[in-house]
C-alpha cells in the first residue's frame, strides 16, 4: 500500500510540474506574439536611438 501511494503522489507531482511548464510556455508565447503584432507600430527611429540595455 504505501509503494503505491508513494507511486501516485510522485505521479501527480509529475503531472503538476508539467502543467506549469505548459502554462509558462503559452505565456511566454502569447506575450511574443503581442510584442511582436505591435513591433510594426513603432517608428524604426525610436528603436535606432532607444537601444534595449542588457
Not at 25 to 49: A, D, I, M, N, T
Amino acid at each position: 500500500m504505501n509503494e503505491e501511494l508513494i507511486s501516485i503522489v510522485m505521479g501527480v507531482t509529475v503531472l503538476l510540474i508539467a502543467v506549469v511548464f505548459t502554462v509558462g510556455h503559452y505565456r511566454r508565447e502569447h506575450r511574443r506574439s503581442k510584442l511582436l503584432s505591435e513591433l510594426h507600430q513603432v517608428p524604426g527611429w525610436y528603436w535606432q536611438r532607444h537601444q534595449p540595455r542588457n
